[in-house]
């Protein structure tokens, strides 16, 4: 057998049991840990081991996001494909057009191109249209994608490329819509999912060159923030392949959770794979109830306010309660009764107090008729702005567990915080602290391409409540650096039913780890991100080595795997 010891200046072990320690040894053949204690400890389990010594460094779990899009965020975020958020580069719209006119003068003629992330509230941006991206896009097809995920921009190219008779779309399609001119052609916009596939799925295959290499971009990146596991909440089977050759890399650095999206019909029927269950499974099945407060579609009880912000992003003044709604009490619960007893987990997609109100209402009905009411079932809830703590008692008590956002706080709380809603609300968004103290089980994510996957940055802010701005919003719902560090670790491993293998560092469980270059309980709050970095992760007891990773999925054939996004806009459900 092969063995190994880590040693480090401390393990954080996320064990109540045993906290801290000084060293963990590793069976290398199973990826699982013999012993946590001492060097002595450790050496006594393990006498043939070799000792890898990290110095200063720190070791914990690895980190976990519960809520993500591995696959669809390396498509349009990583090259070829261009991240246009404010948050990674592009804070105004002015950076957004010089980019557009330099991509536009730069790439081969005739090369359609994919821009994501464009923010109407955060960047002061339009929303484009036909004839303005013609103006910047005359000879080529070019498609840009709203940071909310529910709505596209496009030119003329594109619409020439799809075949459009007359540049006419096609009719709408439940749940969503084309935008047109008077005429009925195409005035170059698409909103919600069915409409966004309907451009997007026939240009991506053309606008991708490897399209493997780019998902594995995204996993990467993810590393580099300490993650080791995940989840894909826009799981549809045509993305198995993909998944299968990330996981079948000797260097893969991400375990994935799948929850298939409930619109396709496959979303209830087993999962097999020949990839080890413990680096691919299919979890659960995805469902949304309504869409982003950044363009208006969350149903809330409160009102969105009159200002600049609003009426640049469009969005009318007043509360939105059900109009809101993706689709109607009776459709959800036709959907969780088709699923119920197929012992996948649930996942909702919900921002508004009023659309939990009614999810919630939904699971209590759908847990009762199916006898799984006080049973393990972890039924989910994501995103989860605008609710409040009542709410997450109620959650609670149904053993419903709850998937939250820092990264809406962290990137637009300045502007939820008076300018969208007001302060009684926007200071409040994101209610961890309520959450914590509801008794509710709480993780963390991300949320694949509308944030980077900072987990430090997460941790932060709700210890701190601070913007990166540095304004404070909401001091009532800070949270302990114990429990953040809960909510992306053993919480997030409990809301993937995976608490037993990974998430914490003890006996039995997965080697999984993140490197940190200090101890973060030593250093001030405000300056976490400051302070301390990550400097590498550990998976089945094996440091990854990124570059290995990426070389060997960039030494794959490309064309094995364009039949896979052939029809990737399927999978653009509510991000």
Known sequence: MSHVIVKASTVITVDAERPRAEAVAVDTETGVILAVGTLADCQGAAPDATVTDLGPSVLMPGFIDSHNHPGLSGLVTQAPAYWIAPYVGYPSFADVDALFRKANAEEPAGQPLLFNGLDRMLQGAPELDRVQLDAYFPDRAAIVFDNSGHEVYFNSG????????????????????????????????????????????????????????SCAQWYALMARHGVTATSDHSYSDDSKPIFEALASTSDCPIRVSLYHVSTESTCGEPFSSPIPDNMLRKQGIKLWADGAPWVGTIAISFPYLDTPTTRNAQIAPGATYETKMNYSRAELDATLSSYADKGFQFAFHVNGDVGLDIVLDAYERALALNNLTATDHRWRVEHLGA??????????????????????????????????????????????????????????????????????????TVITRRTPSGQLHGPEQIISLDDAIKAQTINAAHVLHRDHEIGSIEVGKLADFTVLSRDPYEVEASRLTADVSVEGTWVGGKPIDLDAFLEQVRATDPSEHHSAIADVGERIHRC
């Open 158 to 213: 594109v619409i020439a490329a799809l075949g459009w008779p007359n540049g006419t779309p096609p009719a709408d399609p439940a749940g969503a819509s084309f935008g047109r001119n008077e005429d009925g052609s195409s005035n170059g916009l698409a909103y919600e999912s069915s409409a966004i596939a309907q451009v997007l799925t026939p240009m991506l295959p053309k606008i991708v060159s490897h399209p493997l290499h």
């Open 387 to 460: 609710c409040r703590g009542d709410q997450f008692e109620r959650a609670a008590n149904l053993g419903v567990v709850l998937s939250m956002g820092p990264y809406q706080l962290i990137y637009w709380g300045d502007l939820l915080d008076g300018e969208i809603f007001d302060s009684s609300i926007g200071a409040q968004w994101q209610r961890i602290g309520d959450a914590f103290r509801a008794g509710a089980v709480v993780a963390f994510h991300n949320d694949g391409m509308v944030s980077p996957p900072d987990v430090l940055l997460n941790i932060q």
